[in-house]
Every structure is written in structure tokens, then in C-alpha cells.
């Protein structure tokens, strides 16, 4: 089957896409309104961008061509954190992503502690095995829906001490969740390790 990308819709092309693109990374994003409200959303439009100085890039569409709360509030104190959920916050993470009006705190709806920021006030999720304090470095708009790719500094790296070997997360520890297309998502499943392929090791320009 052969499709012309401008002969569909964005929320065809969406569909398409988030079904192509699997298994996506979740970024489980908590931000603080400018009433002091804390907001937790998930996007899995998210990626690494920079290493040195550590930098992750999410992208956060609109609804109906108003800024969801998430990109609001980051705007307005240029701070973020990005959570990562294992298997067992699958549920919480899910039912985060519904549209609740920006009056509505989904750490409180769902019941979801929090601790403190260390470089920063927005806090992060306590259960999260893995939450990174970020901020913001610059916004790129694309595309004609009003889409924006936020980029963050991380400052702060909370992990799990079980997580950690050598300077490494250990994945199977972690059990990570992804998402695929509509509202599915899959768990780590097997993993398959090959030989090190030998790399030029990592430098600062």
C-alpha cells in the first residue's frame, strides 16, 4: 500500500506514525503551574540530545491549537523533571495522560507522592526509579499543528541505587515501560546481548 503523506489528516498521520515508531521511551513529565499546582503528564516523543552537558528533548503537541499544561508551565518557570516509570506505575502514568483542566493536579487526582527538587522547586515523583531535574534550554516550534520540541539541561539525576552498576543502569532492574500505538504499551521482554562493538569513546569539542 502506497499513502501520500499530504493526503491524510494530523490525526491520521498521528496514528500512522505512533504505530511505526515503537517501541517509544516515556517520559513521565511533572511541572509546577504558576498557582503552585504540580501537573504530571506523559510523552513519548522523547529523546537524548546532548551528552555533555546532559540534555533530553520532548515534544509536546497541542489541543485543538492550545498549549497543553505541561509546555505552559514550563514556559512560565523554565523548570521540568522527567520521571521514568517502571511496571508497576503503569497504571498511574496512563491514567495521567487524560485532558484534566489545568485547576486539576493529577499528582493529587491519582494519589501520587512527591519529593522535593533539589536544584529546582517542581518536584518529582517518589516512586519513579529514575527521575532527572531539568531546565529548559530552548524551544523549537515544527510543523503547521503548533508542535514544539522542549530541550532540557538535566542538573540533578535521582536513580535508584539498585540501578546502578559501574556507572550504568541496569535495564532489567529497571523494567521500563513503552508505548505504542493508541493505548498500548509493552514491558522490556527479552534481552539480547551481543559482542561490544568497539567506539571511539565520547569528547568534548
Known amino acids: 500500500m502506497k499513502i501520500l503523506a499530504d493526503s491524510m489528516s494530523p490525526e491520521q498521520t498521528y496514528k500512522l506514525l505512533t504505530g511505526i515508531v515503537v517501541p517509544r521511551p516515556i517520559a513521565w513529565v511533572s511541572t509546577l503551574s504558576a498557582s503552585g499546582l504540580i501537573n504530571v503528564a506523559p510523552f513519548s516523543c522523547y529523546t537524548i540530545v546532548s551528552n555533555m552537558p546532559p540534555m533530553i528533548g520532548i515534544n509536546i503537541g497541542?489541543?485543538?491549537?492550545?498549549?497543553?499544561?505541561?509546555?505552559?508551565?514550563?514556559?512560565?518557570?523554565?523548570?521540568?523533571?522527567?520521571?521514568?516509570a517502571d511496571e508497576t506505575l503503569l497504571e498511574p502514568l496512563h491514567q495521567s495522560a487524560a485532558e484534566y483542566p489545568p485547576e486539576v493536579s493529577e499528582v493529587q487526582l491519582?494519589?501520587?507522592?512527591?519529593?522535593?527538587?533539589?536544584?529546582?522547586?517542581?518536584?518529582?515523583?517518589?516512586?519513579?526509579?529514575?527521575?532527572?531535574?531539568?531546565?529548559?534550554?530552548?524551544?523549537?516550534?515544527?510543523?503547521?499543528?503548533?508542535?514544539?520540541?522542549?530541550?532540557?539541561?538535566?542538573?540533578?539525576?535521582?536513580?535508584?541505587d539498585s540501578l546502578l552498576n559501574n556507572g550504568k543502569i541496569e535495564t532489567t532492574n529497571l523494567r521500563p515501560i513503552c508505548r505504542l500505538g493508541g493505548p498500548n504499551y509493552a514491558t522490556l521482554g527479552e534481552v539480547v546481548t551481543l559482542p561490544a562493538v568497539l567506539q571511539t569513546p565520547k569528547s568534548v569539542l
Open 110 to 160: 491519582l494519589k501520587l507522592d512527591t519529593l522535593p527538587g533539589e536544584s529546582m522547586a517542581t518536584p518529582r515523583l517518589a516512586d519513579a526509579p529514575i527521575s532527572m531535574e531539568c531546565q529548559l534550554h530552548s524551544v523549537t516550534p515544527y510543523g503547521d499543528t503548533g508542535a514544539e520540541f522542549f530541550v532540557g539541561e538535566i542538573k540533578v539525576l535521582h536513580i535508584r
Open 62 to 84: 497541542r489541543k485543538a491549537g492550545i498549549r497543553k499544561d505541561t509546555a505552559t508551565n514550563i514556559l512560565g518557570n523554565n523548570r521540568f523533571v522527567v520521571n521514568i
